[in-house]
């Protein structure tokens, strides 16, 4: 017994193996022992931070860059920690480790020793949003929906069965309450066979058979949730309205419900079998209430866009919000900080106030107030839940749309640039008219307005001077009108304290979700150390560029710019020659956004 004690004691952990490419964040597990391959130190690992790393990082790169292991591979001990704020990039045992403004969840990566009383898994679990493709075939089939062709996808035929599949919409289907939403509901994107009710178009609530159609949208790639109205307002029999108009279509995608207090009923992985979703559609209650449209949006913003809920980055978010009426709480606001993340709201209006009852209505405009753009794109107005089913082709086009999605998050709308302008004697009035000129061309590269890209301006010599902070000027015209009007200042060069004040008065005045973009133009040494202002201001989640001209010392350049310094730093001789650095430093500043992930 005992000889057999000791060999239970000194039973060998079995250690997983991950590939070099492996993410923290893809792996469930909050803590576990791995083995690293060798040839993990290649730049094609992306890793951000440093000693602590965000958990879209490489987790073999970032043990390379810690030092517990190098090229040839070996063990090591992660563990999953909260999110952080500043990820500092850095060289370090030949791996260079990229910046990050902020990441929601991190890691720290040790020594592949097991801690005492800790019990590590032999098989890693991964998350994964990945949905299967399915190729086209010869016949090929679109949904149909009440009366209409519902293009989202190619049907391939196999043998006696069709079978749909979707592009990944995690669609959620939410009812509005008073006190917010909850109770999620969904399905994985898989491939499920239609059944032969599913190919029968809806005509009120009473089902007839479908027709084949040869149209398709295989190229639709959104994330897709939908807000359905759940109140009173709009009876038992027009819910009931909404609840069929979905149930088809959920077969092989996500759906939700609301409550007073948002909690998790079940997640988007629950059911694979399309019977169960449209017995589950159908379970969902009229919970009753007002259609508080504000605070469902809240919720969608801070809990579904999220990786956990199936978003994939790089597609379109979308929310179309489907209301009774009118909205019984306000949205606007709800509704800028969702388009700030990136999300593209629709609003689906069914009877619509009367001209005598819009002095009941909240907000008035609601609908200008919560769309990406006022132009009827992100609106349509149903005169009747009967002629709802009317809609649903028009709206689907405008949701794959993806050219004129414009509150998604590109580089040219999501960040706050700051500009600091060196206006020491050197410079002279001519040549300062010249940066303000290549300040103005860089600006007006990007799409500007109160969600989108703002712009803010410091000028400097011994003394600092702001010029117009981010909430200035919402306009691209405004904005180019003040760079002219900036007036020449005149005198000696302390660079250092320029970049400590523009972090103070512009950075620290950015919102939360904006990438925050420093671009200083200098045309000599400065009188003070740029050192440490500059390594704070990375800490706080800027990123530098310099742009020496002249007299600017290199040297100085390359410490003011974010890591890697040769990629965020550029000299000229001449100022008439500062036009050439326009496209270098915009298309830097979009591959750099194109590489980095969003929450």
Known sequence: AKEATKKIKKAKLYVPQIDCDAKAGKIINPEFIAKCPPGCQDVKYRVYGTDIYASFSSVCGAAIHSGIIDNTGGKILVQKVAGHAGYRGSFSNGVRSLSLPRWRESFLVSEGKPRKGVTYPSTLEYSSSKSTAVKPGKNTWALVLPGTTLEVTQVEKKSSQDVISVPCFPLIFTSLRPQGVGQWLGAPCTHTPLSPRARQPLEDLNPKPLEATSQGNPSCKVDLSFLMDGSWSIGKRRFQLQKQFLSNVAQALGIGSAGDDPSTEFNLKTYANPKDLRNAIEKIPQKGGLSNVGKALSFVNKNFFS???????????????????WP???????????????????????????????????????????????????????????GLHKIV??????????????????CLNSADIGFVIDGSSSVGTGNFRTVLQFVANISKEFEISDTDTRIGAVQYTYEQRLEFSFDK????????????????WSGGTSTGAAISYTSEQLFTKSKPNKRKIMILITDGRSYDDVRVPAMTAHQNGVIAYSIGVAWAAQDELEAIATDPDKEHSFFVDEFDNLYQFVNPLIQNICTEFNSQPRN
Not at 359 to 367: D, G, K
Request: charged share 25%; proline share 4%.
């Open 307 to 325: 990786d956990a809920n199936g978003n994939r980055g790089g597609a379109p978010n979308v929310v179309v919000v489907m209301v009774d009426g």
């Open 328 to 386: 019984t709480d306000r949205v606007e606001e709800a509704s800028r900080l969702a388009r700030e993340s990136g999300i593209n709201i629709f609003f689906v209006t069914i009877e619509a106030a009367a001209e005598n009852e819009k002095q009941n209505v909240i907000e008035p405009n609601f609908v200008d107030k919560a769309v990406c753009r006022t132009n009827g794109f992100y609106s349509i107005s149903v005169p009747s839940w009967f």
């Open 393 to 410: 082709q028009p709206l689907v086009k405008r949701v794959c749309d993806t050219d004129r999605l414009v509150c998604s998050k590109t």
């Open 473 to 488: 000027y919402s306009t691209k015209q405004d904005v180019l009108s003040a760079i002219k009007r900036i007036s020449y």
